[in-house]
């Protein structure tokens, strides 16, 4: 199956209602969830869209939709569990949406006059590493001693594959396309490509 991402702002394309549609007809296995951090570069959704709902995209086409706390891990587990085993058992398309939050700007160039410093800092009270933190240590699953020990083991990690990626030779160009499938008898495709 196929999990397809795209923003609040590339909701709003037109493209995305062909590809839901024939998603739909096509009982494509895919997975499509658009995270909505409420900004599209430093336009708000509020600015471009008649109502803020963005899961309701899907019942036009009869989709199963449904919105998604995603600043909460245990939320978004769960109802992407439930998505992806409908596509793997033949059952369609599903479109999520996925509430969230964007602490930093779009890019390097963005002064985010758009929005107050209050705003993102209640944001980070709900940040869902926190929030996983929280029930680590509560639920006492691990210590704060154990915790730090898995920190600095990826921050290492981090760093060892920074390293390498800078000092490695550029790849050749004849792996551009080492990731890219071709096209294959899928199982849950019921239409023929
Ligand atoms: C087809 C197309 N139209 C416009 C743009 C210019 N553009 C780049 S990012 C962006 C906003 C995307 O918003 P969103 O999907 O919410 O992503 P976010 O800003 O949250 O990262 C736009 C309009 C583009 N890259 N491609
Ligand atoms: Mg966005």
Same mark, same amino acid.
């Given at each position: 199956?196929?999990?397809?991402?795209?923003?609040?702002?590339?909701?709003?394309?037109?493209?995305?209602?062909?590809?839901?549609?024939?998603?739909?007809?096509?009982?494509?296995?895919?997975?499509?969830?658009?995270?909505?951090?409420?900004?599209?570069?430093?336009?708000?959704?509020?600015?471009?869209?008649?109502?803020?709902?963005?899961?309701?995209?899907?019942?036009?086409?009869?989709?199963?939709?449904?919105?998604?706390?995603?600043?909460?891990?245990?939320?978004?587990?769960?109802?992407?569990?439930?998505?992806?085993?409908?596509?793997?058992?033949?059952?369609?398309?599903?479109?999520?949406?996925?509430?969230?939050?964007? +602490?930093?700007?779009?890019?390097?160039? &963005?002064?985010?006059?758009?929005?107050? !410093? $209050?705003? #993102?800092? =209640?944001?980070? %009270?709900?940040?869902?590493?926190?929030?996983?933190?929280?029930?680590?240590?509560?639920?006492? +699953?691990?210590?704060?001693?154990?915790? &730090?020990?898995?920190?600095?083991?990826? !921050? $290492?990690? #981090?760093? =060892?594959?920074? %390293?390498?990626?800078?000092?490695?030779?550029?790849?050749?160009?004849?792996?551009?396309?080492?990731?890219?499938?071709?096209?294959?008898?899928?199982?849950?495709?019921?239409?023929?490509?």
């Amino acid at each position: 199956m196929t999990l397809c991402f795209l923003g609040d702002g590339a909701a709003r394309q037109g493209s995305l209602h062909e590809t839901l549609n024939l998603a739909m007809l096509w009982e494509l296995p895919v997975v499509f969830v658009v995270e909505n951090n409420g900004y599209a570069m430093g336009t708000s959704v509020a600015r471009t869209a008649s109502h803020e709902e963005i899961w309701k995209l899907g019942l036009g086409y009869d989709m199963p939709c449904e919105p998604c706390d995603g600043m909460n891990p245990v939320a978004v587990a769960k109802t992407m569990d439930k998505a992806i085993k409908l596509a793997r058992t033949g059952g369609g398309p599903s479109f999520i949406e996925m509430k969230t939050y964007r +602490y930093r700007g779009h890019s390097m160039s &963005d002064a985010q006059h758009y929005r107050t !410093k $209050d705003e #993102v800092e =209640e944001y980070r %009270k709900i940040d869902p590493i926190t929030q996983v933190k929280e029930v680590i240590l509560s639920k006492k +699953y691990a210590t704060q001693k154990e915790l &730090d020990v898995v920190d600095k083991a990826v !921050k $290492d990690r #981090v760093a =060892e594959c920074e %390293k390498f990626a800078e000092s490695s030779p550029y790849p050749d160009l004849s792996l551009m396309y080492d990731a890219v499938y071709e096209q294959e008898d899928y199982p849950f495709i019921k239409h023929k490509l």
